[in-house]
């Protein structure tokens, strides 16, 4: 099994995202205090940056002086109402302390959802301030008592990505509800920045009605003190994975492995038997600790490895091994587990912060899923330098539908490596090059500083942004598209990065043109997708995509060519960057839309899998030539229409500019359908 990272990045440990202000709060909390007087407030937010606190600082201030009546604070599962357990704030030098009575934090009330439901009505009538409750108890109060047993209460909602605007999901119904009757406070927060399923979370005038405060994973991991590198990678195995998971699980390292679900093709549909193969690689089993119910195993080098096993279908054992990882006492213990081996937990708010390594088994179903296992790794945590997240998968075997399923897999991987790549980045700010462009005030300009006439790159290390000038981008109009480009590009790279055919093509699609990717295809998701923008903000949303897709893929080629990542250290994005946009001279918006988004990603996959493998691969994408749909026919027509302005002709068929050539096929293809429709 080769070792290649998909993802490598570098950051240079200021030690800010974990400093507190005089009120006791980290950078992020503070900027979302700042917006502590908005009726609907959506705070975006990596794993660990403090989302449960600053919750805490804004819902006291409602509370107190904004003259909410009660909060109510509903989270996805059980396990993280613990994260809004008391808290002595005051101790660090805000106001007030943070107190949910025992009765009123429901994830630990026995009974049912449904039962549980009573209980929010009880704490409606009470006097009390805050209650916390699962989604599913608060779903069920909502139905019981009706939209406007909530009036003037402030509701949070947790790891709000399990929210959706579609009609089937209850929670994201009952919240455009709440929102039509404008009578509740809402804070939503998430650390994923996206839904899995490019399902939208909220619909689109709600989602207006929403201040965003987003502090991104490079502010969080630039600010640590601790730890620097965090690695990504998807390797392929062949065979049983246990026999092979040795190759990519360094002993040493702090692990939770996660376990393939039962029906993936990675899965031997035994996962007793899977755990006790994986132990058993690890050493020689002592026994259980009687007191923690962890697993010993001791190593070859005479090392006993604490291994706690969420697997085991003993429910009592089960509990016993989950209390234990949770005791409080024991959370600053760097010794107290080493391996943790889990199938459906330690995902979502699970809080270990000495991971090292999260090692993943077979594809997982959401992208969203693999940013909150990434999440798991990604603390900050003394002695703890480096971080990685390996997803294993298995390679293609001959049987034809095995190998379909494995490409849809390791086209997912790639999906969800691009997206990462993407989230740790800094921010990309786009802008016209205009001939009276001045620099940004606060941004390196790098070698030289701003250059008249050129298209510049600034940064700003503090803030992790880049100030980019790119000729003939198309600014944003209105006040949506802006906060489009502004809060949310990552939604539109993870909706183009999920679109199967896109990908497709992209990595197998010998005689693809790149702008069939970048101006049709992310043409056509920016139109699903905001229906509602104007034809120039749905292609000022397009640019702004593509451009930031595209930078980071050219930036990390640039990066990596020779020894440039060794010595840039956590300079190394910037500088490929800069490098991309020297060597080009002029960035300009029709350069950037022919770059092939997926050919790094390939140049990756090409080292981690084999020959045999990739060629299985490529057979059965080319298999499925695509045909152009009339949809985008239509859109090549209108590209035609631009073109024709532009140079004062028609594309023409027998072109050597590919794109030109595309363009003419679409208009040619249009003409066809309407003869052959006028001919009956």
């Not at 190593?299 to 706690?308: E, K, Q």
């Not at 702008?515 to 903000?537: A, F, H, N, S």
């Not at 949809?631 to 590209?639: K, V």
Request: aromatic share 8%.
């Amino acid at each position: 099994m080769k070792s290649v990272p998909s993802v490598s990045v570098t950051y240079s440990r200021n030690g800010s995202s974990t400093e507190s202000n005089e009120l006791g709060m980290r950078p992020m909390q503070e900027r979302a205090f700042e917006r502590r007087g908005e009726q609907y407030l959506l705070i975006k937010s990596p794993p660990a940056s403090g989302k449960s606190r600053a919750l805490m600082f804004i819902a006291l201030d409602k509370l107190h002086n904004q003259e909410l009546r009660q909060a109510i604070i509903t989270v996805p599962e059980k396990s993280i109402g613990s994260s809004f357990a008391d808290e002595p704030l005051s101790a660090f030098g805000f106001w007030a302390d943070w107190h949910v009575a025992p009765k009123w934090n429901l994830c630990n009330a026995p009974g049912t959802d449904g039962g549980k439901a009573d209980s929010v009505g009880a704490f409606l009538e009470s006097d009390d301030s805050v209650l916390v409750c699962p989604h599913a108890t608060f779903r069920n109060a909502v139905e019981k008592f009706g939209i406007e047993a909530f009036d003037d209460r402030l509701i949070a909602v947790d790891e709000f990505h399990h929210v959706s605007a579609n009609l089937d999901n209850k929670l994201g119904a009952q919240l455009t509800e709440l929102i039509g009757r404008d009578k509740v406070h809402v804070v939503a927060m998430t650390g994923s920045y996206f839904r899995g399923d490019t399902e939208a979370v909220l619909m689109p005038h709600d989602e207006a009605k929403f201040d965003t405060v987003t502090y991104t994973y490079y502010e969080q991991l630039n600010g640590y003190q601790y730890l620097k590198t965090l690695d990504i990678g998807y390797y392929f195995y062949s065979g049983a994975y246990a026999d092979d998971i040795l190759k990519v699980l360094d002993p040493a390292e702090k692990t939770i492995i996660h376990i393939p679900s039962v029906n993936s093709r990675e899965s031997t549909k035994d996962k007793i038997k899977e755990v006790e193969h994986v132990i058993d690689a690890l050493g020689t089993w002592q026994g259980t600790d009687p007191d923690t119910g962890f697993q010993l195993v001791q190593r070859s080098d005479g090392h006993v490895l604490r291994i706690a096993d969420l697997v085991d279908d003993n429910q009592a054992k089960r509990d016993k091994v989950s209390a234990a990882l949770e005791d409080p006492t024991q959370k600053d213990n760097r010794d107290y587990v080493d391996i943790i081996i889990a199938l459906g937990k330690a995902k979502e708010g699970f809080d270990w912060v000495w991971c090292e390594h999260a090692l993943t088994v077979g594809y997982r179903s959401s992208l969203t899923e693999i940013v909150q296992i990434i999440g798991r790794a990604t603390r900050d945590a003394e002695g703890k330098t480096s971080a990685r997240f390996t997803n294993l998968i298995a390679e293609p075997d001959a049987a034809e539908e095995a190998v379909t399923e494995a490409v849809n897999d390791t086209l997912k991987a790639i999906a969800a490596s691009l997206l990462m790549e993407q989230v740790l980045a800094p921010r990309f700010n786009f802008t016209p090059k205009k001939p009276d462009s001045e620099p940004a005030p606060g941004f390196d300009y790098g070698e030289g500083g701003y250059k008249e006439g050129e298209c510049n790159v600034g940064f700003n290390e503090e803030s992790g942004q880049f100030q980019i000038e790119i000729k003939g981008l198309v600014e944003p109009k209105s006040k949506e598209a802006e906060r489009i480009c502004k809060e949310d590009l990552n939604e539109v790279v993870a909706a183009f990065a999920q679109d199967k055919t896109t990908v497709e093509r992209g990595l197998f699609d010998d005689e693809l043109v790149p702008e069939e990717l970048t101006q049709v295809r992310m043409g056509k998701i920016i139109k699903d997708k905001y229906p509602e923008l104007d034809e120039d903000d749905q292609e000022a949303v397009r640019q702004h995509a593509i451009a930031a897709l595209n930078l980071t893929q050219k930036a990390k080629e640039a990066a990596l060519d020779g020894d440039e990542a060794e010595k840039s250290g956590n300079t190394a994005l910037i500088d490929g960057v800069r490098k991309f946009a020297m060597d080009v001279r002029d960035l300009d918006i029709d350069l950037i839309d022919r770059i092939n988004p997926f050919s790094e990603a390939y140049a990756i996959l090409a080292k981690t899998m084999s020959e045999e493998s990739l060629k299985q691969v490529q057979a059965v994408i080319s298999a499925k030539k695509v045909k152009l749909t009339p949809e985008e026919a239509r859109d090549l027509a209108r590209r035609a229409v631009k073109f024709k302005q532009e140079r004062g002709r028609l594309p023409s068929i027998t072109s050597p500019d590919a794109w030109e050539k595309k363009m003419a096929e679409g208009v040619a293809f249009l003409a066809h359908m309407k003869a052959e429709a006028a001919n009956g």
